[in-house]
């Protein structure tokens, strides 16, 4: 007999991310709860929490059930006064955030990528700045048998070289990085430890290229992949209110962020970032 959850959920994509109806993120959480909401983020790889009001101490005590609570390793936003864990996500006149505006997963180019990602929307109001996601999971599941065998043993190597031009090239509200750190390699099909699934674990815009290839006969094969996993079919587009709290799995699902305003509109979220693992 399967026990009930103790969670309301109600679905959001075809494909991924479900919302979490009732649930008070800035209250305790027995261990009950917390073996529920993990479990329905492995099933679901997006989380939404509508209307909440978390100090950011809450924030932090949230994101460490699932890892512990870094700072971004390079150091590529500020973080917040008492928790410099906390990245400040902010858009105002005469100081534009910086673009995210590209599919991704976060920090793919660090040896040991994070686990996951949670956004708490403070000052972010529809109808502009929506996020979108892909499961990465569908991406590789809805490929042919053969090119599977064939990416299955491939690795690529992630740099931030892209990250530290945007930082340092732009005017944005992202800080100077003064070093690129060597590119990290992955599987290119990495498998989920909390699922046992394989998903596709490369991005057009952190990846390089792969492993025994040059970028210029590798950039076909990544576009190919990164188109099929973009389908509209495979995608949830998130529209924010103030007082969500968003969350998702960086290990099988990619993100982009909109930017369709300018610096004249006023926005402000925390993020923090769930320590991850090697990918195997």
């Not at 991310?17 to 959480?29: F, R, Y």
């Not at 576009?223 to 998702?248: K, S």
Request: charged share 25%.
């Amino acid at each position: 007999m399967t026990k009930e959850s103790p969670l309301s959920l109600r679905p959001l994509g075809a494909t991924l991310g479900s919302e979490v109806i009732g649930l008070d993120l800035a209250k305790p959480m027995p261990d009950e709860l917390v073996d529920a909401v993990r479990h329905a983020f492995h099933e679901n790889l997006i989380l939404l929490f509508r209307d909440q009001t978390l100090s950011p101490g809450d924030q932090v005590a949230f994101t460490r059930h699932f890892g512990a609570v870094e700072a971004h390793p390079l150091g590529s936003r500020r973080g917040l006064d008492g928790h410099p864990e906390i990245l400040v996500l902010e858009n105002r006149p005469g100081k534009p955030g910086a673009r995210n505006d590209f599919w991704h997963s976060d920090i793919s180019f660090s040896e040991r990528p994070p686990l996951g990602s949670v956004l708490h929307a403070i000052d972010a109001p529809a109808p502009y700045g929506d996020t979108m996601f892909c499961n990465m999971y569908k991406a590789y599941e809805d490929l042919s048998p053969g090119l599977r065998r064939m990416l299955d043993p491939m690795t690529a190597l992630h740099s931030a070289a892209p990250l530290v031009r945007r930082n340092n090239d732009e005017a944005n509200d992202g800080l100077p990085i003064r070093n690129i750190p060597d590119p990290a390699e992955h599987p290119v099909v990495r498998t989920h430890p909390g699922t046992g699934r394989k998903a596709i674990f490369i991005s057009d815009y952190y990846t390089e290229r792969f492993t025994g290839m040059t970028a210029e006969e590798s950039r076909p094969l990544i576009q190919y992949l990164c188109a099929q996993a973009i389908r509209p079919e495979n995608l949830y587009r998130h529209r924010w209110r103030n007082g969500d709290v968003l969350m998702w799995d960086n290990r099988c699902a990619m993100h982009y962020a909109v930017l369709d305003y300018d610096e004249t509109m006023p926005r402000l979220m925390h993020r923090t970032t769930a320590a991850g693992e090697r990918p195997i």
